[in-house]
């Protein structure tokens, strides 16, 4: 299996411009998760979804953020608009399904808003 | 804040030499996991303990967890400069959502 794939790998943009990323877990997991990592902050999920349904969505910051999970093998998380306080690693991560499952994180996508 | 602190926050050895890297939470949990980091890459499970075990091994890697004190250690044995990494305690409270500590930064120098 290829892992958790994400793109884009790096992503520069202006302030105010929309932002999307993208997520494909590993085939056969149902849990879906997006985290953001950043010096001050560390690493802070921001939602996870349970068979395509959005669980908890109590770490996106504000309206400005948006996921979306259409199907089992697809996830995106927009920013819009963005501000240079989004900059930050985003990560994708699944796990099997419910319980004590580890999880298989992506290689995160840079996101940089000047 | 259930966030995990980590102890040190950075820590440098040498090659060969065992590293200890502690964690520590604050409610009950059902389970720990430990994770690492290799600098721009996404994060590695390495090993995951019940809150009703108290230690667990995996190769170099030795966990103990004591849920008296809400604390777990992590012991790399014989250090190689490969585990340069940054090493991340995770919690979770019998849901999918899994907590992460604030990492300790590891050094091995050859």
């Known amino acids: 299996d290829a892992g958790v794939i994400q793109s884009p790998r790096h992503e520069v943009t202006e302030m105010g411009q929309e932002v999307t990323l993208r997520c494909k877990p590993i085939?056969?997991?149902?849990?879906l998760f997006w985290y953001r990592q950043t010096m001050m902050r560390g690493l802070e999920l921001l939602i996870y979804?349970?068979?395509?349904?959005?669980?908890?969505d109590s770490g996106m910051p504000e309206d400005r953020f948006s996921a979306k999970m259409p199907n089992a093998s697809f996830s995106t998380l927009k920013i819009q608009p963005s501000e240079p306080r989004d900059s930050a690693v985003y990560f994708c991560?699944?796990?099997?399904?419910?319980?004590?499952?580890?999880?298989?994180f992506g290689p995160g996508t840079r996101l940089t808003v000047t | 804040s259930q966030q995990g602190e980590e102890d040190p926050q950075a820590l440098s050895i040498q090659e060969g030499e065992n590293a200890t890297m502690n964690c520590s939470y604050k409610?009950?949990?059902?389970?720990l996991q430990w994770y690492r980091q290799n600098s721009g890459r996404g994060l590695v499970h390495l090993i995951l303990?019940?809150?009703?075990?108290r230690e667990k091994h995996s190769g170099r890697l030795r966990v103990t967890l004591d849920t008296s004190k809400k604390s777990s250690s992590l012991l790399i044995t014989a250090s190689r400069a490969a585990d340069t990494a940054s090493y991340f305690c995770a919690t979770d409270y019998n849901t999918d959502k899994l907590i992460f500590g604030t990492g300790t930064r590891l050094q091995v120098f050859p």
């Open positions: 409610t009950s949990i059902n389970n």
């Open positions: 991560a699944s796990s099997p399904g419910t319980g004590p499952n580890e999880q298989y």
């Open positions: 979804f349970n068979n395509n349904v959005p669980i908890d």
């Open positions: 085939s056969g997991h149902n849990s």
């Open positions: 303990i019940r809150s009703n075990e």
